[in-house]
């Protein structure tokens, strides 16, 4: 089965387009998605946080508290190495079981992880078969992030900095999305990359 990471900086429209190829038929992991569960009220990775970091970093509802975090990482660079210590290998348990039974299941053509900090990570470029990059200009992700979140121009692009650039990003590319244009423009796209991931996991299934 052929094995797709798509990525992208903020506000690049990565969980657009990941829709859109759903929509197609491809099979979605969303690695964002399932860090949100195991740090739900009562995840996987709730009580090992609560021992790295104290009771504080959790929201009253028991979920933990993304804003608090988020600003004591920025502040404190041995605290992200400490979260990400806990969180990526939960994130990738998970990722592996899922994948494991969309193999199985034999009811999709091909499997795209949505891995916001791909590069970043440093493994999942040798975990998949293509690398996809959604790519704007900077400008539109800054635009975007502050009409989705209300963010102020400084927060964002705090975030960007600490994200791989946008040059790190298409030079481990595969495959661009432009996610400058039109909708129509970015439907075509989709339309053309979906039509290439078929016709290879068909020779792969051929050979």
């Known amino acids: 089965m052929l094995e797709i990471g798509l990525t992208g900086g903020i506000g690049s429209g990565k969980t657009r387009v990941a829709d859109m190829f759903a929509a197609r038929g491809a099979a979605l992991i969303d690695t964002d998605l399932?860090?949100?569960?195991?740090?739900?009220p009562g995840g996987a990775?709730?009580?090992p946080l609560v021992d790295a970091f104290g009771p504080g970093c959790l929201r009253p509802d028991g979920a933990m508290d993304r804003d608090a975090m988020r600003a004591r990482v920025f502040s404190d660079p041995t605290a992200k190495t400490r979260l990400e210590g806990i969180t990526h290998p939960l994130i990738r348990q998970v990722t592996e079981t899922r994948a494991g039974a969309i193999r199985k299941s034999g009811q999709h053509p091909y499997l795209i992880y949505v891995v916001p900090?791909?590069?970043?990570?440093?493994?999942w470029h040798a975990r998949v078969g293509r690398v996809l990059v959604v790519d704007c200009q900077e400008e539109t992700q800054i635009a975007r992030v502050i009409a989705r979140n209300g963010f102020t121009r400084d927060q964002v692009l705090a975030i960007m900095r600490r994200q791989a650039t946008r040059a790190e990003r298409l030079a481990v590319a595969n495959d661009v999305i432009d996610n400058d244009g039109s909708p129509e423009a970015l439907d075509a796209q989709v339309a053309r990359l979906?039509?290439?991931?078929r016709s290879l996991t068909?020779?792969?299934a051929t050979a």
């Open 34 to 40: 399932i860090a949100h569960e195991i740090t739900a």
């Open 194 to 197: 979906d039509a290439l991931y």
């Open 117 to 123: 900090l791909l590069v970043e990570s440093g493994t």
């Open 202 to 204: 068909d020779t792969s």
């Open 45 to 47: 990775a709730i009580a």
